[in-house]
């Protein structure tokens, strides 16, 4: 049976060839999109599709060694904390389950800071309000951005910055272009801007965040989503290339929430019907946006690859089991088990894994808060003990 380490070693050797895929993709996309020649035309599509299947394969390999990975990840014998051991803080309880996502963004997000040294990097993160996608966002900057900092910038000085900016809806395709530019700059100089071009926002960079790391969130409401969405998130991504354009710019991480409505329905069987088409929406949905914005290795042309901002589509975001929290207790090091079963009945109403409820993220924060006094002081004795 293999250990964990294997798997995460097998996952890193996939992660190369699967790199490379995308890149192939997506230069292939490019050169259909502007080949005129029939007979070429169809040799690319067949390439394309090849190269997708491959692709796919290598998918579906990964998501299996992830789900093994989270299987076992519970279980493990918890590693004593050092010495130093920070105490956990307010986002302690951010880092609760999303193994998933958290193994699959850092995976990204060391690749393309070593490989594309200074690009932009775009997430996409998918999931209901309830399940908090934002308080991922938090996670990701406190924890793998916040590690970058500390072991290859000037931790000392370099500043982690948050922008929040609304993702406008309405109106036609320019009007939302404008309006968003507008936002960007607005938010990055606290001020109108009367010229919002990817020049302009460039310089704001240069001037003003020269010692940081730009992390840009952004709500995306699926209701809201129509044909103008996909093309203003091109249009976007394009933007971020021509600020990028060879500059030497500061490290800007962009996260894209799509979020979906929470289902309410008056009955179970009324739910059951609903959740069964919504569930097949969602499916499709996501198929289409893995396979026009998953572009680790995006490449347009003329430009080189390593100068465009490159997009990763991350794992949707369910809800929370026992398990999952169980596992994290354990692997934080939190292992009176008296105390944890005491933990998990009040999170979950019973602390028996096979009766207990899958509940969404907003409900674990909420209870995880309420212990979170608990939770620090035996971090605490556990570092002390060490």
């Not at 049976?1 to 790199?19: D, F, G, S, V």
């Not at 080949?35 to 035309?41: G, L, P, R, S």
């Not at 519970?74 to 609760?96: E, H, K, N, Q």
Request: glycine letters at 4%; aromatic letters at 8%; hydrophobic letters at 40%.
């Amino acid at each position: 049976m293999a250990t964990i380490e294997l798997l995460r070693n097998k996952k890193r050797e996939l992660a190369e060839p699967l790199a490379l895929l995308n890149e192939k993709i997506a230069a292939l996309r490019n050169s259909l999109a502007v080949e005129a020649a029939t007979a070429v035309k169809i040799q690319l599509k067949y390439e394309l599709a090849e190269a997708e299947r491959e692709r796919d394969k290598l998918d579906k390999e990964l998501e299996e060694i992830e789900k093994e990975i989270e299987g076992k990840s519970w279980i493990t014998t918890p590693r004593p904390l050092p010495a130093d051991a920070p105490l956990p803080g307010a986002s302690v309880i951010l880092t609760c389950d999303r193994s998933k996502q958290d193994e699959r963004f850092h995976d990204f997000f060391s690749q393309l800071s070593r490989d594309r040294h200074g690009a932009p990097q775009a997430y996409f993160i998918l999931g209901e309000w309830e399940q908090r996608p934002g308080s991922l966002v938090v996670r990701f900057k406190d924890t793998w951005i916040r590690e970058h900092v500390n072991k290859r910038l000037d931790a000392g000085k370099t500043r982690i910055v948050l922008r929040r900016l609304d993702w406008p809806d309405q109106d036609d395709l320019k009007a939302r272009q404008k309006r968003l530019s507008f936002r960007l700059l607005h938010s990055l100089i606290d001020t109108d801007a009367a010229d919002t071009s990817a020049a302009s926002c460039r310089l704001a960079l240069a001037e003003k965040y020269s010692d940081s790391v730009l992390v840009i969130e952004h709500n995306v409401v699926r209701e809201n989503w129509d044909r103008s969405t996909g093309k203003l998130l091109n249009w976007y991504l394009n933007y971020w290339d021509e600020v990028k354009r060879e500059a030497d710019i500061p490290l800007c991480v962009l996260f894209f929430n799509v979020v979906y409505p929470t289902m309410r329905a008056p009955n179970a069987l009324v739910r059951g019907v609903r959740g069964a088409f919504r569930k097949l929406s969602k499916a499709v949905f996501v198929y289409r946006l893995q396979r026009r914005f998953h572009q680790p290795g995006r490449v347009v042309k003329p430009r080189p690859t390593g100068d465009t901002c490159s997009s990763v589509v991350l794992q949707e975001l369910e809800c929370v089991k026992l398990d999952d929290v169980l596992g994290w207790f354990q692997r934080i090091n939190l292992g009176d088990s008296a105390r944890l079963a005491q933990w998990c009945a009040a999170i979950f109403g019973t602390a028996d894994p096979h009766q207990a409820p899958c509940q969404n993220m907003l409900h674990v924060e909420n209870k995880l808060s309420e212990l979170r006094d608990e939770i620090e002081a035996m971090y605490v004795a556990a570092r002390r003990a060490n």
